[in-house]
């Protein structure tokens, strides 16, 4: 079925890194705009970054820009998040999601980033 | 703070119906006719029950509906059931480089 799954959360300190990385299947991953999302401890929802299906537009939510990376390999399947420099403001729950043109339809379970020292 | 502005918390009795506004500017909401809106449960992740401003996608209920007037888009629940407690977030396309931008989510009780 059509599913997205993501991992490499954690708990990291301040001034870190993580890799997080979202494995899709059940449709032809690399037609897709993809996105990340997050949402801090009892708090809304963000747009961190999309990347489009051959990578050639990206873009970054000011709050991110500079020191997160967005990327993918289509052969894998496969999106992936590389947060350096995290900032306590950056612990949140992040989302991998299908754009399924101009909306958002099919999310990932999340993956729990803590950023403490 | 939020870009687009929901009541922080709704509720009705089972049968009722309640609309969550959300108000943005005509950067946002007033724009574009891209606005979505999600359906969120405790410890879940988002599920879309809206989408370009008033389209279902297959498998939502029809008591979900919403509309569009100006810089404000609503969502209305009618025939309000127990299973429909939960927290809502409307979404718009905001432009090229900050492309989509959320309210803070309303939180729906079903007394």
């Known amino acids: 079925q059509v599913q997205l799954v993501e991992s490499g959360g954690g708990l990291v300190k301040p001034g870190g890194s993580l890799r997080l990385s979202c494995v899709a299947s059940?449709?032809?991953?690399?037609?897709?705009?993809m996105t990340w999302f997050r949402q801090a401890p009892g708090k809304g929802l963000e747009w961190v970054s999309y990347i489009s299906g051959p990578s050639s537009t990206i873009y970054y939510a000011d709050s991110v820009k500079g020191r997160f990376t967005v990327s993918r390999d289509n052969a894998k399947n496969s999106l992936y998040l590389q947060m350096d420099n995290l900032r306590a403001e950056d612990t949140a729950v992040y989302y991998c999601?299908?754009?399924?043109?101009?909306?958002?339809?099919?999310w990932g379970q999340g993956t729990m980033v803590i950023v403490s020292s | 703070q939020s870009a687009l502005t929901q009541p922080r918390s709704l509720s009705g009795s089972p049968g009722q119906s309640v609309t969550i506004s959300c108000t943005g500017t005509s950067s946002d909401v007033g724009g574009y006719d891209h606005v979505s809106w999600y359906q969120q449960y405790p410890g879940k992740a988002p599920k879309v029950i809206i989408y370009?401003?008033?389209y279902r996608p297959s498998g939502v209920p029809d008591r979900f509906s919403a509309s569009k007037s100006g810089n404000t888009a609503s969502l209305t629940i009618s025939g309000l059931q127990a299973e429909d407690e939960a927290a809502y977030y409307c979404c718009s396309y905001a432009g090229r480089y900050t492309p989509w931008v959320f309210g803070g989510g309303t939180n729906v009780t079903v007394l």
């Open positions: 059940g449709f032809r991953f690399s037609a897709y705009y």
């Open positions: 999601v299908r754009d399924g043109s101009w909306h958002f339809d099919i």
């Open positions: 370009d401003v008033y």
